[in-house]
C-alpha cells in the first residue's frame, strides 16, 4: 500500500493541517496535549507526512521491527510531496533565521516551509516554530 496523494485542488487548505512531529513527541509522550490534538487529526483524516518527517520519525527507533511498524502505520496518512518553490522556501526561512543565530532542521524548515505556502496549520510543541512569522498552529493547552 503506497501513501495516498489526494491533488492540490481536493485539498481543503484552510482546514487541514501538517503534522510533524517527532518520535519522541508523538509516540514517547501518548498522552501529551499536542499528541492528543494529532491524534484527533488522524482520525479525522486531516493530518498529513512529509517524506523528510517520515525520515525524521523512522530515524528515532532503534530497532528495525519498531520502526517498521510505525512507518505502517503512518502509510494512511495523506502524503505531501514539497514543491519547487516549497523547497526553495525552505532554504530560505533557514537563511534568514541563521542570520539571527538560529538553526533549525531540514524537517522543521520544510514543513515550515510547506505550512506557509499551502496556508495549513501546524501541530507541534516545538517552540522553535514560534521564530518562523506566519506559522499558524494548533492551540495547545494543559
Known sequence: ??????????????????????????FNRPNSPTNTIISDLIDQDCAAITGVILTEILMG???????????????????????????????????????????????DLTSAAVVLERNLMLATSDPHFDLIEGIRRFEVTG
Not at 525552505?90 to 539571527?100: F, P, Q, T, V, W
Open 1 to 26: 500500500m503506497t501513501p495516498r496523494r489526494k491533488p492540490d485542488p481536493w485539498w481543503p487548505r484552510t482546514s487541514s493541517s501538517l503534522t510533524p512531529v517527532s518520535g519522541a513527541t508523538f
Open 61 to 107: 527507533f532503534k530497532r528495525d521491527p519498531q520502526a517498521e511498524w510505525v512507518g505502517s502505520s503512518l502509510r494512511g496518512l495523506l502524503w505531501i510531496e514539497p514543491t519547487w518553490s516549497e523547497s526553495s522556501g525552505a532554504a530560505a526561512i533557514g537563511r534568514k533565521l541563521r542570520s539571527r543565530g538560529h538553526a533549525l532542521a531540514l524537517a
